[in-house]
């Protein structure tokens, strides 16, 4: 059901202290979406541009916060890790919980079509926030508003990391590196039918990356993508 409870951009300037001064022409653009502005002519500023903005702001304090936070994490860790924490999801819920919905600015339709729960807009807003604030202030005043979200969530993310079979977390880092979907080869078979042994081999970009062995091709596999996570956090 549509909330019917909405706010100014300056009551949320005001409820969330953000740091817009007097002047909150950039947080109104910033909660301002493309469907508004074709019902207003009027307005002629939608927050695509802050948006752009807020994310490669974002990328950046989040990437620096990771990578300062867990020394002891490789690359590809901190890279699944920081993925996560700015990805549209996880994004639009640090809206959610700030209630920006309330206060987006959506044309009619969007708003009938659920808009304010959407988490492609809620994100979207979330972004431009970031970016609004950095325009009007500095680097240290975004990255002030950002870091409170960061450690509950990294916690969280870090402990359903490890309830992931080996298989998904493999899958979900070689894709978070750009290096494609592991692929597992059956190099031998041995033994009677009712208790064979496989030997399977993790194959990533055409290289093998672990060897794993088990009384079924599933088990093996799992060993196998155990073995090519420990490689690939080596590297």
Not at 51 to 75: I, K, N, T
Not at 154 to 168: R, V, W
Request: proline letters at 4%; one cysteine or more.
């Amino acid at each position: 059901m549509e909330n019917t409870s909405f706010e100014t951009p300056a009551d949320l300037c005001s409820r969330l202290g953000l740091p817009f001064a007097s002047d909150i022409r950039l947080l109104t653009r910033a909660l301002t979406h493309r469907s508004y502005v074709n019902e207003h002519p009027s307005v002629v500023s939608d927050n695509e541009r802050l948006e752009f903005l807020g994310d490669a702001v974002l990328d950046f304090v989040v990437g620096a916060w990771v990578y300062e936070q867990y020394p002891e994490m490789s690359e590809g860790e901190l890279t699944r890790l920081r993925s996560s924490l700015v990805r549209t999801e996880t994004l639009a819920g640090f809206a959610r919980d700030l209630h920006v919905g309330k206060a987006m600015r959506l044309g009619r339709g969007e708003i009938q079509s659920g808009g304010r729960d959407r988490d492609v807009l809620l994100c979207a807003t979330f972004e431009s926030i970031v970016g609004a604030i950095y325009q009007a202030n500095d680097l240290e005043t975004a990255k002030g508003f950002i870091l409170p979200f960061l450690k509950p969530m990294a916690d969280g993310l870090l402990e359903k990391f490890q309830t992931i079979d080996p298989k998904s977390r493999l899958q979900e880092m070689t894709q978070s590196l750009g290096m494609g979907i592991p692929k597992y080869i059956v190099v031998e078979s041995s033994g009677p039918e009712h208790s064979k042994v496989f030997k399977i081999e993790a194959h990533i970009q055409d290289k093998c990356f672990g060897i794993g062995e088990g009384s079924s091709k599933h088990i093996a596999q799992l060993s196998a993508a155990t073995e090519a996570l420990k490689t690939l956090e080596k590297q």
